[in-house]
């Protein structure tokens, strides 16, 4: 399994999400099988991966910035959402998968007035 973190930003500041402290307390931790992974779940949410990286950040194996910002989902749509994701995943149905999901919706759903969204596969 991979710690994927959404980080949100007005810019993009390397000093910003190289300070663990301040990264920490602006981002949302998935933990997904795989990228192939993650590009499905960004599909859902209507946004995908740009082609452009960051440089080295701290504690972070890959870094991806997102082309669009992703779009959250209301309440009815969501348990629509959670049966697609587990059909096409077949990850399990409990409520750590539910609870992470759910997280990273209302996470972008609190952040929309941010300008971007990366994601950090961490070194964990």
């Not at 859902?44 to 991966?49: E, K, V």
């Not at 995943?89 to 609190?110: A, H, P, V, W």
Request: aromatic residues 12%.
């Amino acid at each position: 399994m991979k710690h994927f973190s959404f980080v949100h930003l007005d810019d993009l500041d390397l000093a910003l999400l190289n300070d663990l402290e301040w990264r920490c307390a602006r981002q949302e931790t998935l933990c997904l099988a795989s990228e192939k992974e993650l590009i499905t779940l960004l599909s859902y949410f209507n946004s995908s991966l740009s082609s452009e990286s960051l440089p080295r950040i701290n504690d972070v194996e890959f870094s991806y910035i997102l082309n669009e910002y992703p779009t959250s989902m209301s309440d009815e749509n969501f348990d629509e959402f959670y049966s697609a994701w587990l059909n096409k995943t077949k990850r399990e149905n409990n409520m750590d998968e539910y609870g992470q999901l759910i997280c990273l919706n209302s996470f972008l759903l609190s952040n929309k007035n941010s300008k971007k969204v990366v994601v950090l596969s961490e070194a964990i």
